[in-house]
């Protein structure tokens, strides 16, 4: 038979339009909830998050966030806001800098959540104003030297960070 939608596989237990329970099924591709009543299908996307890496005469910027850890400056994408607008919006409300995107640098999947996967976008920028100061998120903002960083708390940051050791384009 069939049964009623209940987490992992989405969040929804009821439909977001006519309040029906959902119901699990498997399409092609894999197990999701559906409403019988006005057949919406609930598919569990993730979010995109945008990042803004900056390397200044070897250092690279991070913040330290309120749940602890430190990262590369980053947050979620808006509904109805294009991506590189996020990484300007994030990373100033995060650093206190403005600066100009120079192309992205890195794109990954992230799993480190089990219950929010997000794909990240990280840009390489150049710094063109502001001032340094921790806003949002973060606690605290401080440029590290590349090869004396502190534990990074996302696993695709570090992914990110050994790229940037390798790359000539980013540390020049």
């Not at 890496?53 to 590369?72: D, F, N, P, Q």
């Not at 992205?104 to 794909?119: C, D, G, I, L, W």
């Not at 903002?141 to 000539?168: G, I, M, W």
């Amino acid at each position: 038979g069939v049964q009623t939608c209940a987490l992992p596989i989405c969040l929804f237990r009821f439909c977001p339009h006519c309040a029906t329970p959902l119901e699990r099924f498997l399409d092609e591709q894999a197990e999701r909830a559906r409403c019988r009543e006005c057949g919406f299908i609930h598919y569990r996307n993730p979010t995109v998050g945008a990042a803004v890496v900056i390397v200044e005469e070897g250092r690279l910027l991070l913040g330290r966030r309120r749940s602890g850890g430190w990262c590369i400056p980053c947050g979620h994408v808006e509904w109805d806001e294009a991506i590189e607008l996020a990484a300007l919006r994030e990373f100033t409300e995060e650093t206190g800098l403005t600066v100009e995107l120079q192309g992205v640098f890195a794109v990954e999947s992230n799993f480190h959540n089990p219950r929010q996967h997000t794909v990240g976008v990280w840009y390489r920028g150049r710094r063109t104003g502001g001032e340094l100061r921790s806003g949002g998120d973060l606690t605290a903002v401080e440029f590290f030297p590349l090869e004396e960083l502190p534990e990074l708390v996302f696993p695709t940051d570090r992914k990110v960070v050994e790229r940037l050791r390798t790359s000539e384009e980013i540390l020049q």
